[in-house]
């Protein structure tokens, strides 16, 4: 009575372990690995289990990627994906040991991954922009309070979408905007608009404004513009390029020709920032921005090595080196080919495979300081 009484207990406790891993994005598959310990065969397993997680996914998706690739950023580090394993086997064979395993594999992690190494195989894409407009404090007596800012975001959002740029849409722009007025934190205005693009998975913000004159002549008015546009890369907060164009337009009232003005302009500056922008973007996939990480708690050379070399194994990572150590802290310097949101994800997935526990005490455009407890 009680043999039965613990298999359905355990029976149970494994059908809630099932579900759990399930609900939170698992999914299951069952692999052997062996070795000549019990250690080296149950790591085996897991990674048979992630290749075959890996292959599912690169099957069904037609995804080519060199298998080299695949071991170097994937495979190396498998247990990383595994949330949980049950042992269903073991044995002792005249080599060391087999173990057969029922392995929760992070599909979605498992997703993300396979597909940044797609995705910097087939090519950059676009990125997503945020487009604010940015009242000027100065001399804009002669056009302030007419309503024409909208005919330059027209023309943005038109040069922007021939290009199959994606833009955020233009209602949150708006409320960012509204708040920037409000607030007048022209001091940390790139690092808001950082932190709001980012909210809106944007990789840039567009920041534009506008100056001009209007001259009255007879029965008609014409309308003279400069727009200035402002390009800040939302994930090290800093600003990029910084362009200015003229454009003009003739109407029979001011409100016509600074319409007409402000479409042409907010269409002729696009071609300036983009030319800058898509320089910027394909280096920062090809070869990955610039990135400070700081461990407090870490300054011993073992574990230095070891972190480095684990953390460049992530799809993502272009290099990472050691710049700095001592006094208890290890500054690295990495190329990364993504988000501070997704650095900071593999930083901590890093340190749970050493087995540390980390906890991020400071972030500031590029720089990132975490302790370790």
């Given amino acids: 009575m009680k043999t039965k009484h613990v298999l359905r207990t355990g029976f149970l406790l494994f059908i809630v372990i099932f579900f759990l891993n399930v609900a939170h994005g698992a999914t299951v598959q069952q692999a052997t690995g062996a070795g000549t310990s019990k250690e080296q065969a149950l790591y085996a397993a897991m990674r048979q289990a992630v290749e075959k997680q890996v292959g599912v996914h690169i099957q069904s998706n037609t995804i080519v990627i060199d298998a080299a690739v695949l071991e170097d950023k994937i495979f190396s580090h498998s247990q990383g994906y595994v949330t949980n394993y049950k042992i269903i086997r073991e044995d002792k064979t005249s080599d060391g040991y087999s173990v057969t395993i029922q392995a929760y594999i992070d599909q979605k992690l498992v997703k993300e ?34 309503n024409f ?15 199959q740029f994606r833009l955020v849409d233009r209602n949150a722009a708006a409320a960012f905007a509204s708040q920037l007025e409000q607030t007048h934190d022209i001091d940390t205005e790139n690092n808001k608009a950082a932190a709001y693009g980012l909210k809106y998975n944007a990789e840039y913000t567009l920041f534009y404004s506008t100056d001009g004159e209007i001259t009255e002549r007879g029965d008609s008015f014409a309308a003279n513009l400069h727009v200035d546009a402002r390009l800040i890369d939302n994930t090290l907060s800093q600003l990029i390029t910084n362009k200015t164009v003229d454009a003009s337009g003739e109407g029979r009232t001011a409100e016509n020709a600074l319409e007409k003005a402000g479409r042409a302009g907010g269409k002729n500056i696009v071609a300036p920032i983009i030319s800058v922008l898509q320089r910027h973007w394909m280096d920062m996939q090809q070869n990955g921005s610039l990135y400070i990480v700081v461990l ?3 300054d011993d050379a073992d574990e230095i090595a070891q972190f480095t ?27 990364y080919r993504g988000k501070r949101d997704e650095l900071d994800r593999d930083v901590l997935r890093t340190a749970k495979y050493l087995g540390w526990k980390l906890t991020k005490v400071r972030a500031e455009g590029a720089r990132t300081t975490w302790k370790k407890q």
Avoid at 153 to 163: K, Y
């Fill in 309 to 335: 070399e684990m953390f460049e194994k992530y799809p993502r990572v272009n290099s990472a080196r050691e710049v700095e150590s001592g006094g208890g802290k290890t500054t690295f310097e990495t190329a």
């Fill in 113 to 146: 991954d396979v597909n940044a190494l797609a995705i910097l195989r087939k090519g950059i894409g676009n990125p997503r922009i945020l487009v604010v407009f940015k009242p000027r404090a100065e001399g804009s007596s002669a056009i302030k309070g007419k």
């Fill in 149 to 163: 800012v909208e005919k330059i975001l027209d023309g943005i959002e038109d040069a922007f979408s021939e290009r």
């Fill in 296 to 298: 407090d708690g870490v």
